[in-house]
Every structure is written in structure tokens, then in C-alpha cells.
């Protein structure tokens, strides 16, 4: 396995991940900004709350499930392209559970059309993109002192 081609297919994927986000962001305060959508801002409590407790922890779990994913005993003993398959598996399910936190911030806005949900929106996209994937990060989350791409 080309290294060099794994982590530009897992730069598309992130990529599009994260422009995806932005259009939809984009999109929200646009419908909102020219009333094409009716807000329910009564609920906006609720929708906040349920964000506290539900939804913000699952940026903690993706990062356990992610390091549980790469530290398992067994990884040590995997060749480069195993550990890579990992990895790729890993990364986009510690985005995913950084994606969904954005989504439902943006939903709230839509319903409630409180613009806090869009400031979470944006720190989430903002945390996403500092999960963006890399050869350097890969060694290290794999304690790879001399990778080298082939």
C-alpha cells in the first residue's frame, strides 16, 4: 500500500467532511437570515440541554473509542498497511463524533433560531478541523519513530 495514496484518498475524505459542514452552516443562516424557515425559540432551553448532557460528551467518547481503536496490544504487532487500515477506521469515527455534535447544533439553530447554537457550530468545525488526519499523526498515535512514506 502506497502511503502517499492512503493519506491523500483520507484528505479527500476529510476534506469533503469538512466543506460539507461549512455549506450546510452556510445554507442554515441564510434560510434563517431571509425568514424561509418559522423558529420556535420556547424550546431553545430544551435543545440546550439536551446538548449538555447527550451530545457534547460524544466528543469525549470519540477520542476513547478512537484511542482504544490504535492501543490495543495487539496493534504493536501489525504491519504499516494494518496499522494504516486502523487508522483510517479510527480517524473517521473520531470525526464522525465530532460531526454530530455540529449537526444537531445546527438543527437547533434552525428550530430555535438562537444564534448560540451557531457558535457551536463554529467550534465544531473548528475542532474538526484539528482532528484533520496526517503522516505525522499517524506516527505518532502509533509510536512510529522512523515512518517513512513509500
Known sequence: MNTEDFFKKLSIIFCSMLFSQIIILFIAIYLLSNNFIKTNSEI???????????????????????????SNNSVKNLLIEDKLILYRKGIILKLAFVEVPFIYSVTSFLITGNYVFIIFSIFFITLFYLHKPSEIKFSQDFNLNNFNKN
Do not use: E, T
Open 44 to 70: 431553545s432551553f430544551i435543545l440546550m440541554v439536551v446538548f449538555m448532557i447527550i451530545i457534547f460528551p460524544l466528543i469525549v467518547v470519540g477520542a476513547k473509542v478512537y484511542c482504544k481503536i490504535i
